[in-house]
């Protein structure tokens, strides 16, 4: 068969046939209990699952289209992305083991590492977040057990060179495991560039509409599949039908989705470049942005996500700037169809390396509004913040 992109395959596992009449979507099966007719294969799950537990139609659907969407061998649900990321660590790592992974880590996997894995004997290290290779892998240890990636990284969208890190963490017999959820598993694919684990929030671009909490976890390594699934039945991590149902049906409109947002972005990107009062947009894809190369060379697309350094300015004027918009939404998360915009400095000072910026930090996540509509939104937001500004420069009376 001639091979298929992305955008049928995703939608063609909907339409195969042989399989009688029946609805485009499978039906929600809400069940703790699953009856056998064969006492002697009540626990044969090659007779569909044994309980609740193992998923019911539409999950075991949604974790066979992101198997085939990373090229893995097997993907699983967990119930959020923070689980996609913290199942991996817990199931690779013993006590006496090191993780390093970069400064700019999000900021509840950070936690997870210095307060849940620190108190069971596993140590953490962090990277600077615009380290090189040769710092990278100079910072592995004998005791580095795994490499956590984030490419881009949180916040400041630092990029990794992420085919030269996993080839020579390889030979060193370090496992390594990315935070995909920036490319959603269609702009880059880690497994085929010698990634051990790719995990990814599905509560971001495949649910796509920010109404449900969702990760995923695909890797293609027999032990290592076995060890992932293991930490899932031994914890009873467990997605619900009807949030599998809704990522199901978000997945098969991903790529469109994820192609609109982007070009968006990247004309708000162009836009925001040009202001005066702004003194850089970290967006990889924006040609000059710092990370830019390493996005060319290795990704065919690129998430709506972005920071925006301003010139100067405080916390109040920050918040200035955001009360004045009407289309952003103030929330965090990203992915689905509305526009976003949160204030990021002061997570900044979680880093033991606090980047020099010469002005705050905001993060803006570019939904499906026209972008003409989103650009006079940011209009009345500087305009606002150059009031603000003007304000702290006159003299008291």
């Known amino acids: 068969m001639t091979?298929?992109?992305d955008r049928t395959r995703l939608i063609?596992?909907?339409?195969?046939?042989g399989q009688g009449?029946?609805?485009v979507n499978p039906p929600v099966e809400r069940a703790s209990t699953m009856l056998s007719d064969d006492p002697a294969k009540m626990q044969d799950a090659t007779d569909g699952p044994i309980y609740g537990l193992d998923g019911t139609g539409a999950a075991r659907e949604l974790r066979a289209l992101l198997a085939q969407l990373e090229g893995a061998a097997e993907a699983f649900l967990v119930p959020s992305g923070l689980a996609a990321v913290t199942v991996p660590l817990t199931a690779l790592l013993r006590p006496g083991d090191a993780v390093l992974t970069t400064d700019a880590v999000y900021g509840p996997t950070r936690r997870f590492l210095t307060r849940h894995m620190a108190a069971r004997g596993i140590?953490?290290?962090?990277?600077p977040a615009d380290a090189s290779n040769d710092t990278i892998l100079n910072a592995l240890t004998p005791d580095t057990r795994v490499l956590l990636i984030e490419a881009p990284g949180s916040l400041t969208f630092d990029m990794?060179?992420?085919p030269a890190l996993a080839a020579a963490c390889r030979g060193r017999g370090v496992l390594t495991v990315m935070d995909n959820t920036w490319a959603?598993?269609?702009?880059?694919?880690?497994l085929a560039h010698g990634v051990d684990v790719s995990v990814q929030a599905l509560t971001k671009y495949v649910g796509g509409h920010s109404d449900l909490l969702m990760g995923g976890?695909?890797?293609?390594?027999?032990?290592?599949?076995?060890?992932?699934?293991?930490?899932i039945e031994d914890t009873g991590w467990h997605v619900s039908p009807d949030d599998a149902w809704l990522a199901l049906r978000g997945v098969r409109t991903l790529p469109l989705r994820y192609e609109a947002q982007a070009r968006s972005a990247l004309s708000v990107a162009r836009w925001l470049k040009a202001r005066p009062e702004v003194a850089d947009v970290l967006y990889p894809p924006l040609p000059g942005s710092i990370g830019h190369d390493l996005w060319r060379r290795d990704f065919n697309g690129a998430a709506s996500l972005m920071g925006v350094v301003m010139k100067g300015g405080d916390t109040a004027a920050a918040h200035t700037f955001m009360r004045a918009?009407?289309?952003f939404g103030m929330g965090y998360s990203w992915g689905g169809f509305e526009s976003l915009i949160t204030y990021e400095t002061p997570q900044l000072a979680y880093r033991e390396q606090t980047p020099d910026l010469p002005g705050q930090l905001l993060r803006l996540h570019i939904g499906l509004e026209d972008p003409t509509d989103l650009t006079a939104d940011l209009e009345a937001g500087f305009e606002a913040w150059r009031a603000q500004q003007d304000s702290n420069l006159q003299p008291p009376a």
């Open 3 to 5: 091979p298929i992109s």
């Open 12 to 17: 063609a596992s909907a339409t195969r046939r």
């Open 21 to 23: 009449r029946r609805p």
């Open 123 to 127: 140590t953490a290290r962090f990277h």
């Open 160 to 162: 990794a060179d992420v």
């Open 184 to 190: 959603a598993g269609l702009a880059f694919r880690p």
């Open 217 to 231: 976890i695909a890797a293609c390594d027999p032990a290592v599949i076995r060890a992932i699934a293991h930490t």
């Open 325 to 327: 918009l009407s289309l």
